[in-house]
């Protein structure tokens, strides 16, 4: 699992940030039609190919099995209705999100290829129904995991990034830190260098 784990909402920030040393991206478009959510998943299909980093498509599982994406990122929500038998024969792999225990041991019996936990921090990303969780929740979360990556995400910033991977997190998940960053490319190469420690 790598350390670092970009995610964006719209492809044009893939194409800026990837070139950057960014191996794990994921594509996560809110609010389009989908035609455009079809141009945006090839797009980054095709660049993130061309540069050797895994893209993992935020949601839409159906239009990644379609467009021979081969990771697809689900919530609590869009695990009622995907099927994890189709992705599994394709050969999709999947990180799904969870909050509390009971969503952690929903999560678990899908045998997912990575379980993120969020918000570590307060985020400024979207209206959170769950406080932070902490860094002790990340560390009681990498014992009930055991062997499953560990994904941290919500409010990491580089100087917080020695914690969390203290408490146990496999790879931290940002999104605000860099898109909202004054010079997200010097961000990003900031990450990806603190991620190598």
């Not at 993130?48 to 099995?65: K, S, T």
């Not at 409010?155 to 917080?160: A, D």
């Amino acid at each position: 699992m790598e350390r670092f784990y970009l995610i964006t909402g719209d492809v044009d920030w893939i194409k800026k940030l990837v070139p950057y040393g960014v191996r794990l991206v994921q594509l996560r478009i809110k609010d389009q039609s989908e035609e455009v959510i079809r141009q945006q998943i090839t797009q980054a299909r095709d660049f993130c190919r061309q540069h050797g980093a895994q893209l993992v498509i935020n949601d839409y599982w159906e239009l990644a099995l379609e467009l021979g994406c081969d990771f697809v990122h689900l919530g609590q929500e869009d695990m009622d209705s995907a099927d994890f038998a189709t992705l599994r024969k394709a050969g999709v792999r999947y990180g799904l999100s969870t909050h509390d225990e009971a969503e952690l041991d929903r999560a678990l019996s899908f045998k997912p290829e990575y379980v993120a936990l969020g918000p570590v921090y307060p985020t400024k990303l979207k209206k959170m129904k769950w406080a932070p969780q902490g860094l002790e929740r990340v560390s009681r979360w990498k014992k009930m995991v055991g062997e499953t990556p560990l994904v941290a995400i919500g409010g990491l910033t580089p100087e917080r990034l020695a914690g969390v991977f203290e408490a146990g997190a496999d790879s931290a998940a940002v999104v605000t830190d860099i898109l909202q960053a004054h010079d997200p490319i010097a961000r990003t190469q900031e990450w990806v260098e603190a991620c190598k420690q």
